[in-house]
T-cell receptor
Framework: GNSVTQMEGPVTLSEEAFLTINCTYT??????LFWYVQYPGEGLQLLLK?????DKGSNKGFEATYRKETTSFHLEKGSVQVSDSAVYFC????????????FGKGTRLHILP | DVKVTQSSRYLVKRTGEKVFLECVQD?????MFWYRQDPGLGLRLIYF???????EKGDIPEGYSVSREKKERFSLILESASTNQTSMYLC?????????????????FGPGTRLTVL
């Protein structure tokens, strides 16, 4: 079946450090891939997405590239800020009538000033 | 601004009580979802609905039921609350995946209800 595996947290970095959160997936067909972010006390919100191989999603300085050959969608940011502290979820969905999204377990990120 | 709202941010109930969690969306979305979020387990799908009066079981439906009488409202019901249902409950909505030629279906989430069952 479809699944998402992402690195366990928490991840603690200093402000302005480089961030990578690894995500790999298993899916039949051609999934769309997402990163969602959950700030403290809030629900999830979409951070970025990619719908086909080699697509790069980007938003708020974050980037992730859909790599079909390695079944990966790693999240990166060149210089993190304290305000990036949150929980990040990698997710996938396959097109068609089944509209469910499969989420990874989430990675908590702490950024120290 | 699009919105998914949940009736309570925090709720405390006693074991055996019947609990209703309400979710309302203003985006005219066909799909609505209920998840629970627990540390180390991520999000797990409880129930979802493709349309009014339609419902489908997710991965962990035991102990829960749902109601969707109107398109904008999706209710989660705990028939007899138990302590192992203490959790954060998140509601979400989305368009169907084939709407407008979209090949993906972004879900929009509410702020969550933190339920404690004593």
């Amino acid at each position: 079946g479809n699944s998402v595996t992402q690195m366990e947290g928490p991840v603690t970095l200093s402000e302005e450090a480089f961030l990578t959160i690894n995500c790999t997936y298993t899916a039949t067909g051609y999934p769309s891939l997402f990163w969602y972010v959950q700030y403290p006390g809030e629900g999830l919100q979409l951070l970025l997405k990619a719908t086909k191989a080699d697509d790069k999603g980007s938003n708020k300085g974050f980037e992730a590239t859909y790599r079909k050959e390695t079944t990966s969608f790693h999240l990166e940011k060149g210089s993190v800020q304290v305000s990036d502290s949150a929980v990040y979820f990698c997710a996938l969905t396959t097109s068609g009538r089944d509209d469910k999204i499969i989420f990874g377990k989430g990675t908590r990120l702490h950024i120290l000033p | 601004d699009v919105k998914v709202t949940q009736s309570s941010r925090y709720l405390v109930k006693r074991t055996g009580e019947k609990v209703f969690l309400e979710c309302v969306q203003d985006m005219d979305h066909e799909n609505m979802f209920w998840y629970r979020q627990d540390p180390g387990l991520g999000l797990r799908l409880i129930y979802f609905s493709y349309d009014v009066k339609m419902k489908e079981k997710g991965d962990i439906p035991e102990g829960y039921s749902v109601s969707r009488e109107k398109k904008e409202r999706f209710s989660l019901i705990l028939e007899s609350a138990s302590t192992n249902q203490t959790s954060m409950y998140l509601c979400a909505s989305s368009l169907p995946s084939l709407a407008g030629g979209l090949t993906y279906n972004e879900q929009f989430f509410g702020p969550g209800t933190r339920l404690t069952v004593l």
